[in-house]
């Protein structure tokens, strides 16, 4: 979702700035801003924007502000060709009084005219609740033209309750999705510890995905903890048995995948874009990368290797489920939106932690990773010879 401010007040244009990337999680390079009506109209000659936020009393180039500008801006908007018209409009401004003269003009081209002064407490939210709404129809538009699925994994030692929760998030939004939640039943920790159990899980799991995959529908994953294993191990098992998969998008959340993980064969020959979610407090990811074989901590600090459009590291603050804390409202703020597939993907990182706490915590966790496979076949020689050798 592109969203254009249009405001001369500096301070103002971050406050919205900030509020649209805190509250709904719209991603820094989706945003621009404008300071008078000239340069609005050479971004969106260039640019067709999905929102336009528009402060009606606006300079024309370096004059005083005026709301005649503003006028003259929505009608060039309204009747020139070469700019592209932004998908829906909404005015603000401190000076309401001011507008009284220009009220009929100003709401024939824009849905909605907000004050946005000190004497004005909602009007941030007014400014949500738009974006949110013309977000929904641009959700609704694109799952409905591509026929889209959302399939869930999720992770041990729960029943996923978080799928359900994100099932509802997604349909109070639009109704244009189908939903897929892959069960697997309660998994021990005892169980995700032996690798050919895990193996059992990846291959059930496989023929779903292929089923679901028959379909010819776009698919969007959304896995967790030991789903995202189970998941992108059965993605490359059907890769390599020949099949096509049809996934526009795969989200990982605290993944227990190691952080070396080989992804090359899985972007090669798809088409997805793969977002790995990090909780940099997540702990019993350390855990996993020091005591699991043949898994790590990718959900804590990332897999390694160049990030770029169709693949992406997202660190976030919290714990290994923070993602489905109760007032948290992270997967509307950043599950959400990737159902509008053509967005850009936002590097996020709000590691705040010490550099040297963490990094030994983790260098050291490392190192005990490298040597658990040394250390699981020392314990079974020597389980074997107490129960059969003795």
């Not at 804390?325 to 939106?337: C, H, Q, R, V």
Request: hydrophobic residues 40%; proline residues 3%; aromatic residues 12%.
């Amino acid at each position: 979702m592109k969203i254009l401010i249009v405001d001369d007040n500096a301070a103002r244009c971050e406050e919205v700035k900030a509020l649209l990337q805190e509250e709904l999680g719209i991603g820094e390079p989706d945003i621009y801003t404008a300071y008078n009506t000239q340069s609005a109209k050479t971004l969106m000659r260039s640019i067709r924007f999905d929102f336009l936020i528009l402060d009606v009393v606006l300079p024309k180039r370096d004059e005083p502000p005026c709301a005649e500008f503003g006028l003259a801006l929505l009608n060039d908007i309204k009747k020139r060709p070469t700019i592209k018209k932004p998908g829906k409009i909404v005015g603000i401004t401190a000076q309401f009084e001011d507008l009284e003269s220009f009220r009929t003009q100003f709401d024939s081209h824009c849905e909605v005219l907000i004050e946005a002064s000190t004497r004005s407490k909602d009007w941030k939210g007014k400014i949500l609740q738009a974006v949110k709404f013309e977000n929904s129809k641009l959700i609704s538009k694109y799952t409905t033209e591509r026929n889209v699925t959302c399939l869930s994994v999720h992770g041990i030692r729960t029943r996923g309750e978080w799928q359900q929760k994100f099932k509802k998030i997604v349909e109070s939004n639009v109704d244009t999705v189908s939903f897929e939640s892959y069960k697997y039943g309660y998994f021990t920790v005892l169980s995700f510890m032996i690798p050919f159990l895990r193996q059992i899980k990846v291959n059930s799991f496989s023929k779903e995905l292929k089923r679901i995959n028959l379909q010819g529908k776009e698919i969007f994953i959304f896995c967790h903890s030991f789903g995202t294993y189970i998941t992108v191990n059965a993605i490359s098992k059907l890769l390599s048995e020949g099949t096509t998969v049809n996934i526009k998008m795969l989200v990982l959340s605290g993944s227990v995948l190691p952080s070396n993980y080989d992804f090359h064969k899985i972007m090669t020959l798809t088409d997805m874009k793969l977002i790995n979610d990090c909780g940099c407090d997540d702990r019993i990811l350390l855990l996993s990368e020091g005591l699991v074989p043949n898994t790590g901590m990718a959900g804590r600090v990332g897999f390694y290797g160049l990030n770029n459009a169709r693949f992406v590291n997202r660190f976030f603050k919290g714990g290994h489920s923070h993602y489905f804390d109760e007032g948290s409202g992270f997967m509307e703020k950043y599950w959400l939106p990737l159902f509008y597939g053509d967005s850009n993907i936002e590097v996020i990182d709000q590691r705040c932690d010490s550099i040297v706490t963490s990094g030994i915590i983790e260098k050291v966790t490392s190192g005990l990773g490298k040597v658990k496979g040394i250390i699981y076949l020392t314990a079974l020689f020597f389980c074997f010879y107490y129960f059969f050798m003795k």
